[in-house]
């Protein structure tokens, strides 16, 4: 997988530059237009990542174990510095969050079993909000070649998740998740023969209480508002002025072209090349639709280095000794 990554990641970045070397007259003067207050773009996404962390913590039982909404707040920004900074698939940053939850006394399987729904519920939320955006691009400008295309990605990836989440359901994940996991667990939570012998009962239980499953959703859907405010600051500041559902098109594809980028490291080329196909059908000129895309890039490596920071804090900490105990099935309570 390494030397695919490499390849990618290579080629993304080259075509970054090339989009920002021709363009970069006019990102210097909307860059001097906007001024410092570019800068909010920042809390804005601690913002947003807050409430992703809400979402996360919904799914948790109430149990003396499950981890508190600021420790997950916390784990969210660990996890979104290591997806959008290093050169990992897009799920690097779950297996850490597994990793320092369970150092920090959460049973490893409920903590890999909370991540595992919380995906599942986040690429649901995704695949609505995609076909979604792509019925307001339809109304806006019709049923032009790029947008087919993105309407049978989506169709593809919706017959894929669908297909993730009857996998869960009929057949269970504990085995394949106990392999991946061991790539990034301590040597002696890997000697535990018994360490995931209630993952699944964890899922399906966490799939039980239907209410934690509507609230997650309910909080993501408002983590994706932070992005839209962020888009919004931006053109405010340099005077272009855009609609509601056209931040909302903007939005959400952009997040369904990262999610099927997982293979390219951060998205690179992806997520500028993205912003400029959306932006021209949208009305906005190249240099805008970049400086939407440098915006966004710069904010998560300002906010992505102290994450790492943080990352490489939290693994330096003692474990605690429950850590690697075996966690009890979650209980099906009412939600």
Known sequence: MRPVLTVFGIGGLLLTVHLMYGAWPGLTALVHRAGIALGWVVPLRFA??????????????????????????????VRDGINNLL????????????????????????????????????????????????????????????????????????????AFLMLQVRVGLAGGVERLLARVLRREARTRPDAFAHFDRDVLAIYARFGGLLRCAGWQVMGLAGGM???????????????????????????????????VPAALGVQEGGFVLLGSALGLGPDVSLLLALVRRMRQVVTG???????????????RPQALAMAEPVPQRRA
């Open 87 to 162: 050169p990992v698939v897009r799920v690097g940053g779950e297996m850490v969050a597994v990793r320092l939850l369970g150092q920090r006394g959460v049973p490893t399987p409920l903590a890999a079993a909370s991540i595992v729904v919380e995906i599942s519920v986040t690429l649901v939320v995704l695949i609505v909000l995609t076909f979604a955006g792509l019925g307001a691009l339809l109304v806006r400008i019709g049923a032009e070649p790029f947008v087919t295309s993105m309407l049978l990605a989506a169709i593809l990836s919706a017959v894929m998740v669908g």
């Open 48 to 77: 947003a990542l807050g409430l992703d962390a809400r979402g996360w913590w919904s799914l948790f039982p109430e149990r003396r174990d499950a981890p508190s909404w600021w420790r997950l707040t916390l784990l969210a920004f």
């Open 305 to 319: 280095l102290p994450a790492l920071a943080l990352w490489r804090w939290q693994e330096a900490q003692p474990a």
């Open 229 to 263: 405010a962020e888009m919004w600051w931006v053109l405010r500041l340099i005077r272009v002025p855009i609609s509601i559902d056209a931040l909302f098109v903007l939005e959400s594809l952009i997040l369904a072209l990262q999610s099927l980028s997982f293979a």
